[in-house]
């Protein structure tokens, strides 16, 4: 399994970007598929994710109407379009993948079986 982040970089406040994972060896709309950022000095925290069993999409408070995942099943990607960016938005974002993760969990990265490398976006002036 691997799963292949990319589309991070450096961009102002205010601005947008679109990250992508790519997913190989794993069926994506058989799994929960979610997007997960880690800042310096800072835990792993939940950002976005589609639930593998209904489809639904799950954001974190602090993102929402902000941030916008899909999937692309075809393709086997998860994207995320990120518009109006902060500085605070800054850090490494992982794409993740588990098999039946039921909502209590979903934000949980202890509850999910892949991972991909990470990708850094960094929002500053």
């Known amino acids: 399994v691997q799963l292949q982040a990319s589309g991070g970089g450096l961009v102002q406040p205010g601005g947008s970007l679109r990250l992508s994972c790519a997913a190989s060896g794993i069926l994506i709309n058989r799994n929960t598929m979610s997007w997960f950022r880690q800042a310096p000095g800072k835990e792993r925290e939940f950002v976005a994710g ?5 489809q639904n999409t799950y954001y974190a408070d602090d ?24 500085p605070e938005d800054t850090a490494v974002y992982y794409c993740a993948a588990g098999p039946r993760i039921i ?23």
């Open 103 to 125: 909502s209590s969990t979903m934000t949980s990265s202890s509850a999910y079986d892949y991972w991909g490398q990470g990708t850094q976006v960094t929002v500053s002036s």
């Open 50 to 54: 589609i639930k593998w069993s209904n």
């Open 63 to 86: 993102i929402k109407g902000r941030f916008t995942v899909s999937r692309d099943n075809a393709k086997s990607t998860l994207d995320l379009q990120m518009n109006s960016l902060k």
